[in-house]
């Protein structure tokens, strides 16, 4: 059964980059067919998605914030990694990893809260 | 961008009871391969989201019965037929068809 966990810091100062990892168990990255994804949701709001990353590598972003985000893989560690540059408060918000395919966002992690603040 | 708009907002219920959200969209859904990537995540109180329903109608594994969902086109319904207890938390509708991928701003189901 394919687990995700979030790890990085969480507490970031406006205006660098926020950086996260999704640690993927009990299958690889590699495999099927899935769009591993960012969301993101300030507290008490709703979700936002942030961007995707394909099994081949190839990424797409929103492009409300496309020109702060990248999303990148690394097969040999099983993982995949948010940088989100030039943050603000904003930015502050409960960051999921997850796992996207033709049946929907089938697994999720269990979050972790980036808050922004100097 | 696809906004998806949620009614109501706020559910309350009662135990037994049915329960029903409706989510429409400002395009239709349906993706040029056929398919309506038309999905319902519930978001109970401290926890991720948790895929419910996907494409409309197919319930994810594991998902109770009482779960359903319906729609075509830019049309959505998720209806519960008897709420229990553990239903308690935000439904949010989502949709993969087109990017950016959106979601409706949540609909809060709560015991009466």
């Known amino acids: 059964q394919v687990q995700l966990q979030e790890s990085g810091p969480g507490l970031v100062k406006p205006s660098q980059t926020l950086s996260l990892t999704c640690t993927v168990s009990g299958g690889s990255i590699s495999s099927g067919s899935y769009y591993w994804s960012w969301i993101r949701q300030p507290a008490g709001k709703g979700l936002e998605w942030i961007g995707r990353i394909y099994t081949s590598g190839s990424t797409n972003y929103n492009p409300s914030l496309k020109s702060r985000v990248t999303i990148s893989v690394d097969t040999s560690k099983n993982q995949f990694s948010l940088k989100l540059s030039s943050v603000t408060a904003a930015d502050t918000a409960v960051y999921y990893c997850?796992?996207?395919?033709?049946?929907?966002?089938?697994?999720w992690g269990q979050g972790t809260t980036v808050t922004v603040s100097s | 961008d696809i906004v998806m708009t949620q009614t109501p907002l706020s559910s309350p219920v009662t135990l037994g009871q049915p329960a029903s959200i409706s989510c429409r969209s400002s395009?239709?859904?349906?993706?040029?391969?056929?398919?309506?990537?038309l999905s319902w995540l519930q978001q109970r109180p401290g926890q991720p989201p948790r895929l419910l329903i996907y494409k409309i109608s197919n319930r994810f594994s594991g998902v109770p019965d009482r779960f359903s969902g319906s729609g075509a086109g830019t049309d959505f319904t998720l209806k519960i037929s008897r709420v229990e207890a553990e239903d308690v938390g935000v439904y949010y509708c989502?949709?993969?068809?087109?990017?950016?991928?959106?979601f409706g701003q949540g609909t809060k189901v709560e015991i009466k």
């Open positions: 395009q239709s859904l349906v993706h040029s391969d056929g398919n309506t990537y």
């Open positions: 997850a796992r996207v395919s033709t049946a929907g966002a089938d697994v």
């Open positions: 989502m949709q993969a068809t087109q990017l950016p991928w959106t």
